[in-house]
C-alpha cells in the first residue's frame, strides 16, 4: 500500500455529540442567551456539492477502472446528505446531453420507470410527471428540469427539482464534460429526503440515515449507469456476478485524503452488466487497533450497521468465527449466517446460509501519515441473494442491483467506523 507524505486533513466528520454538548452548555450556562438554531435548507434547496476538478484529477485512475461513488457527510446534521457518482462516458458530450434532455425517453433504458409525461416545456425548462412501479407498490412524483447553455470546456450543466410526489424532496445535478477525443466524464450528484414522503417512501425512510443513503445510491446508480449505456449505444447483458480473487487495489492516501473527508468513497468494478467487485475506502477516525478489534467482533458490529441490526456468534474456532446476523429494515429485513476469518492482514468474511450466502469479502486496514486508520473492503455478492421484495425490486434491473451493492459497501464501512469511535 503506497503512502505519501501530507499534511492533516483538518475537516473532521460531522458529530452530534460536540454540537449536542454545545447546545446543552449554552443552554444551561446563559438561557438569556441561548437561540433556537435556524432551521436548515429544504432538500429542494440545501447546495449540492459535486466533484472539482482537482478531485476529478486525483480519481483518474479509479475512474478508468469502473464509477467512482462519494457518500458525502453531512455538513448539517439536519440535513440528509448527498450522493455523488461519476464515472467515463465512451460518448461525446452532445450524446449524453440528448440521453438527458428529454426524460420522455427515461423508460426506454431505466426499466424501473413506467411511465414519464412532459407537462410542459417553457425555455431551457421541463417539467414532466413520472410513475414508477416497484414490485407491490407504484410511486409518483413531478420534476422540473432546468439546463444550462454547455460551455466548451466545463460542458453540460442540467439541475433536476423534486416539485411533489411520493419520494419527497430533492434535487440532482448533472454535469458532463469533455473527456478526450469522443469520451465525456459524467458526475450526478443527489440528495432525496423522503421524511415527508408517502406512506411506502416514509415506511422505508423510517430506518434512517442509513436507509435514506441507501435509496439514494441506488436511484442515482440507476439513473447514472443507464444514461451511460444510453448514450454509448450498448446492449444490456447478462447479469450476476463473476468470480475471482478479491485483490486489492493500490491507493494514493495522500492524494485520496482530501476527498475522504468530505466523504467515503466506493469503487465499482463492472463486467458488462455483471458486478466484477465493490470495493469501500473510508476514514475510520480512530487508531488501527481500535479498527481492527472491531473487525474481528461481529457482535460489536453487527449492533452498529442501523438501528435494531443484531449479530450473535454461534460457533468460534481457532481458524473461524460463525455468527448469525441479522437487519430489521422495514419492508425489507435480510438475515443469514455468515464466517469470519481472523487475521493480522486482511479479514476474509464469507457466506454460510441465508441472505447473501454466496457473498465474500475481504476488509482491511491501513493509516494516513498521521496515525488515522483507514477501512479498506473489497466484495463481491448478489443483492438479488436476499429476499423476495428485494429480488422483485431488483426484478431485470442490474443497475439496481448494483446501486444497493455500493449502497451495502457504505453502510458496512460506516458500521465499523461508528462501533471503532464509540
Known sequence: MKIRPTAPVREAMPSLRPLALALLLGATASPALAQAPPPPPPADEAPLRGLSPRELDVLAPHLDRGPVVLAQFRPDPRLMPAVVFATRIDAPVERVAEAILHPERYPEFMPALDEIAIESRQGPQIAYSWQWQIALFTLRGRNVMTAYPPHPTRGLRVDVLSTGGDMGEGRMSWRVRPDGPGRSLLVLTSRVDMRDANYIADRLASGGTSVQRSINVALTTVMALGTKRR????????AGVTEGPLAPRELDLAALAPVLARGDLVFLELDGDRLDRVGVVARASTGVARVREVMLDPEEFGR????GSRARV???TDAHVDFDWGIPLPLLGVEGRMRLFPS??????????????AGRWTFDTTRFSW????????GRFDPADTSRLVRRLIADDSDFSHGLAVATQIMVARGLRRSATR
Open 371 to 378: 496515525g488515522e486508520a483507514v477501512i479498506v473492503g473489497w
Open 231 to 238: 448514450a454509448e449505444g450498448a446492449a444490456r447483458g447478462p
Open 304 to 307: 452498529s450497521l442501523v438501528h
Open 314 to 316: 454461534v460457533e468460534r
Open 344 to 357: 493480522e492482514g486482511a479479514i476474509r468474511v464469507e457466506g454460510v446460509r441465508g441472505s447473501l450466502a
